[in-house]
């Protein structure tokens, strides 16, 4: 198990650039006023019911090929990430985590559609900048503490992206690393409650030169492909 990380409150102006993105916007300085007043009252509410919830645990790789990466708790069925793996020098360990903004913040988003749409359609994508802002808090710190064994991680990626099966990657991840503990369940199409929750696994080795799987890949209209 991972020392306990700390994750730590975003900036507004961090989330609203963010937010501005996922909106459409090309930036949070380009969003008319009603959007940007309804952003930061969207962040506001977030930052006050929200309440974040992270877990973590590490696995040795015991080997990779073909179309698995194949872990001492669990199984990674991705030809594409499998080809990445090995490619690193002396890929060792995977780190697994998983986090949630907690069930507050899908019981308002429910609320909120029931009352006016365009405020829920707002607090949604600000929360989702939110989650995801705190994934990569949670691989930052894990890249730091990996870098105390002297390995390099590379990117976090997730069950559903790539050609990593949602279903099947969510049980395997669910199986291993047991996010029930901090309130996440799995339904039977590998979807996760609350909503605002996030499953991922990096990989660790001695020496990483490529971060993600995209480099052995493809498909460059991906709108997922990340340099």
């Known amino acids: 198990m991972l020392d306990c990380i700390q ?16 909106l459409g916007y090309p930036d949070s300085g380009r969003a008319d006023n009603m959007i940007a007043g309804e952003v930061r009252c969207s962040y506001e509410t977030a930052m006050t019911i929200g309440k974040p919830k992270y877990c973590c645990n590490v696995s040795p790789i015991k080997s990779c090929g073909g179309e698995i990466i194949e872990l001492a708790g669990f199984v990674i069925r991705s030809s594409k990430w499998a080809h990445a793996a090995l490619r690193l020098h002396n890929p060792s360990t995977a780190c697994c985590f998983a986090l949630t903004l907690g069930a507050a913040v899908d019981e308002r988003i429910e609320t909120m559609q ?27 710190a894990i890249a730091r503490r990996m870098q105390n064994d002297a390995l390099e991680a590379t990117a976090r990626f997730s069950p559903g992206y790539c050609d990593w099966g949602l279903l099947d990657g969510q049980r395997e991840i669910f199986s291993f690393l047991n996010p029930e503990s901090i ?13 605002k929750s996030i499953t991922a ?7 990483v030169r490529n971060k993600t799987a995209c480099a052995y890949c493809g498909n460059s209209s991906c709108e997922y492909r990340r340099s």
């Open 114 to 140: 029931d009352e006016n749409f365009f405020k829920a359609f707002v607090f949604n994508a600000v929360c989702s900048s939110l989650a995801e802002e705190y994934a990569d808090q949670a691989e930052r």
């Open 7 to 22: 994750l730590t409150a975003p900036s507004y102006e961090r989330i609203a650039y963010a937010t501005a993105l996922r």
């Open 201 to 207: 696994v990096m990989i660790c080795a001695d020496e």
């Open 183 to 195: 309130g996440i369940t799995m339904n039977e199409a590998g979807a996760m409650t609350p909503l």
